[in-house]
């Protein structure tokens, strides 16, 4: 299926999209240098939304992302990692994607609202979902320590 | 400047970017992207004796962020293998790596880790919940692979006159089908696209009598949750339901006598 940026801007400003309980990061078989979680959410209108959360420490880097069912990434925040448009221009090392017409998700921009940095994953969740207009009733754990190098 | 960043800088220019991350970790960032316009970042770990390059596993992580649910399937593992066969890079522990043995190496592997970052970071084709396929194109790739010959988007005409329009017919050598595909990102509209089409199959009953009889298939794309009980039962009174989510099962039905 596909999403209409309409339809995006609509799901980004319903106000009734919410996660409830609290998050973890957890590790992976398939890696073992960055963490991740996972989260469905509920809202009025039964949207097929999640969102997707994951972090790197070594690199120092950190994503979050909602994700539409059927269609995929539709709005993120990276930090650590830089950017460019299909429209030519650079994008810095803290940039939104935002779901359009013609680039889906492809278009970047700096958000100003991002003031945590990569060090605080945390605080970083809780701006991103101040935009993305999500109630999160819970709290997202501080990431665990994980084995620092996994190279010699 | 570090030696090793003045050499890939005389070697491949302003393009890259190299600078110390931290205490014996190199960054370099590529002209690289993936497919969303993330640039590609590689890292140079030194050791004794000879270096590490990597990307730190952030290929697998920017496939994660695409869908929240990466599952590195079979087939997924032989295409990476495949892609660092060709680029002499290995797959370890999640990350993509290639070993240097001189500083001299240093563009010639940053070149071919940099495009084995991009060519797995394109595994996010074989992702099935994206925009870039529609599930109509998917179903017909999928036909396509398992040997099922197809008609689209077919005009029947139903008994009370009214013209319908099924997504696909099928003829394998037990059964002939008729099958609507359902497919919306909305519970709403979910609820009308299983009304509409039970009243499709009612009208179109005729064409499951008599010599060329047909099967009646709903294709429910449940990839996305947004089917309640409800809708499956109300198209299951005139069809037999089948699940996008579960392809080889679909395949049985249609090959089914």
Redesign the interface.
């Known amino acids: ?3 209409s940026e309409s ?1 995006f801007e609509e799901i980004l400003g319903d106000v009734t999209k919410t996660i409830h309980g609290d998050l973890e990061w957890s590790e ?1 078989d ?5 963490l ?1 979680f ?1 989260a469905d959410i509920d809202s009025e ?4 939304l ?3 959360g ?1 972090y ?1 420490p ?4 950190v ?1 979050f ?1 909602l ?7 539709v709005y ?1 925040l ?1 930090l650590g ?6 429209t030519c221009e650079n994008i810095g090392d803290t940039h939104k ?1 935002r779901w359009t017409d013609c680039y ?3 278009l ?1 921009y700096e958000p100003d609202d991002i003031t945590a940095t990569v060090a605080e994953p945390v605080a970083v969740w809780e701006q991103f979902c101040d935009e993305a207009l999500i109630d999160h009733d819970g709290t997202l754990a501080p990431p665990p320590a994980l084995q620092t ?4 | 400047m570090n030696r090793i960043c003045q050499k890939l800088g005389e070697q491949m220019g302003a393009l890259y970017e190299c600078g110390e991350k931290s205490d014996g970790l190199l960054q370099i960032r590529t002209p690289f992207m993936y497919p969303d316009g993330d640039y590609v970042d590689l890292y140079l770990r030194q050791g004794a004796g000879s270096a590490t390059l990597t990307d730190y596993g952030e290929t697998l992580r920017w496939l994660e962020m695409q869908s929240g649910a990466l599952q590195i399937t079979s087939k997924r593992r032989r295409l990476i293998n495949d892609v660092c066969m060709t680029q002499g890079v290995e797959f370890f522990q999640g990350a993509l790596v290639s070993r240097l043995e001189s500083e001299d190496e240093i563009a010639q592997s940053v070149v071919r880790l940099g495009e084995a970052c991009v060519r797995v970071s394109d595994l996010w084709f074989t992702f099935r919940n994206r925009s870039v396929e529609t599930t109509g194109e998917e179903v017909e790739s999928f036909l396509d692979e398992r040997g099922i010959p197809f008609d689209r988007n077919v005009k029947l005409p139903g008994r009370s006159g009214k013209s319908w329009r099924v997504d696909f017919q099928t003829r394998t050598s037990q059964q002939s089908s008729l099958i609507k595909l359902l497919t919306t990102g909305s519970r709403s509209s979910a609820s009308t696209l299983s009304k509409t089409t039970l009243a499709m199959w009612v009208d179109l009953s005729n064409f499951r009598l008599g010599e060329s009889r047909m099967q009646f298939i709903t294709l429910i794309d449940d990839t996305v949750d947004v089917w309640r009980d409800e809708d499956f039962q109300l198209v299951e009174n005139a069809s037999t339901v089948a699940r996008w989510a579960d392809p080889d099962d679909f395949e049985e039905q249609l090959r089914a006598a």
């Open positions: 299926m596909t999403l339809d992976s398939n890696h073992v240098s960055w991740k996972r209108d039964g949207y097929p999640s969102v997707a994951s790197n070594i690199v120092e880097k994503s992302a994700i539409y069912g059927g269609v995929g990434r993120a990276d990692v830089k950017h460019h448009n299909p994607h889906r998700d492809k970047a190098e996994i190279f010699e």
